[in-house]
């Protein structure tokens, strides 16, 4: 039985609580917050957890194999480091650290420690994000042109990051996922229109091999709440929306065939050939799970097998290093920044 202690218990942490619960190999051990109503909650919800307010006491704790950092991403890294220094595996909500190098740092101290670092990629464990990879992968939809993500909704606005921070590291681990490689360069243009200095709406621009491009747009600001991928390949074209509860993907037959025309014919005609089809729409069957359900039995399963993650910190690290470019390019008007 794998012994979990769980930092930070606000709105996402306590969504850990009750998934371990369904688990047969780990049991929610300990977990600590700053915020006492926080874990008056936490113990609520499960009373036998043993409770901290400061968390160097939880990380001490030898009846703790890992831990589950579930605090602000400011924090990400010094607890990360704590818990990996003390030997204990741990899994660090997105983004895994506020720069490359903190993320680098960790992934030796893993190395060094033999300890699983893992990210919480939660999109990866989506079996819609799985399937529509798989759909991809199999060819079906032809050679990627470009996709386009849509995260917005009205706040919740952070304090210690911005928009593009909190809610992009989702949609470049999907990216990444999907095309299967990291992007040659990115840019991004944003406004803090509510709180100065932080952005609340980002448009993110990825450029990738083989002319593929992806954009991004997050915003704390919209009246809609809207989670969905779109992929449009030179066969047909996918959309993935996470806000449907069963029907998630749907396949367009659609496409633009372009048949230029011999020099002759052009002569004669004077056009080229446009070939538009409408073909029909379906939407894959798909085997749904909580995803957050997906990411914690991984998680146990890495600790118990010594298998690397599936989102490890190197995945983790390729999210940043896009996080980070984006932000070089948000701070000098939108110019376009490599990917070292
Ligand atoms: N995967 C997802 O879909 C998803 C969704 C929401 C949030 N998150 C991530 O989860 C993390 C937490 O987000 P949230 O929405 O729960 O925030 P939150 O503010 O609701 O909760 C964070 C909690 O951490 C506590 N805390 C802060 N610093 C601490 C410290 N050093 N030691 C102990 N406790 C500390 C705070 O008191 C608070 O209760 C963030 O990294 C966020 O990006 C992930």
């Known amino acids: 039985m794998i012994s979990i202690g769980l930092i930070g218990c606000g709105t996402w942490g306590r969504n850990y609580i009750r998934n371990f619960e369904h688990l ?9 917050d700053f915020n006492e109503e926080n874990l008056k909650h936490s113990k609520r919800v499960l009373s036998s957890l043993k409770v901290f307010k400061d968390p160097d006491e939880l990380i001490a704790d030898d009846k703790i194999d890992a831990v589950i950092v579930a605090t602000p991403a400011n924090t990400h890294f010094d607890l990360a480091k704590k ?7 741990v899994l660090v909500e997105k983004p895994l650290t506020l720069t490359a190098e903190e993320s680098k740092a960790l992934i030796d101290l893993s190395k060094k420690q033999g300890k699983v670092l893992m990210v919480g990629h939660i999109m990866e464990y989506n079996p819609a994000v799985v399937k529509l990879k798989e759909i991809i992968d199999s060819k079906e939809l032809g050679n990627i042109y470009y996709l386009y993500l849509n995260r917005t909704n009205l706040g919740r606005i952070r304090e210690d990051v911005n928009v593009m921070w909190d809610l992009a590291p ?17 840019s991004a243009k944003g406004e803090s229109y509510i709180v100065e200095s932080t952005e609340d709406v980002v448009f993110l621009l990825m450029e990738f091999e083989n002319n593929i491009l992806a954009s991004i747009h997050v915003s704390w600001l919209d009246p809609c709440k809207l989670r969905r991928t779109t992929v449009i ?5 996918a959309v993935f929306d996470d806000m449907e509860n069963v029907d998630k993907i749907r396949i367009y037959d659609r ?4 048949n230029p025309k011999t020099e002759r014919e052009f002569e004669d005609f004077g056009s080229f050939q446009l070939a538009y089809k409408y073909g029909d729409i379906y939407i894959p069957q798909l085997q749904l799970s909580e995803p957050l359900r997906n990411q914690c039995t991984h998680f146990i399963e890495c600790i118990k097998s010594g298998n690397g993650s599936r989102t490890d910190g190197e995945n983790g690290l390729r999210v940043v290093e896009v996080l980070a470019a984006a932000q070089k390019s948000l701070d000098n008007d939108g110019i376009f920044v490599d990917i070292e």
């Open 24 to 32: 047969n190999d780990a049991q929610m051990y300990a977990c600590c």
């Open 83 to 89: 818990c990996l220094n003390t030997g204990k595996h």
């Open 170 to 186: 989702h949609d470049i681990s999907i990216v990444n996922y999907l095309v299967g490689q990291e992007p040659k360069r990115v």
């Open 233 to 237: 390949g030179d066969k047909k074209m």
């Open 255 to 258: 496409g633009i065939t372009y």
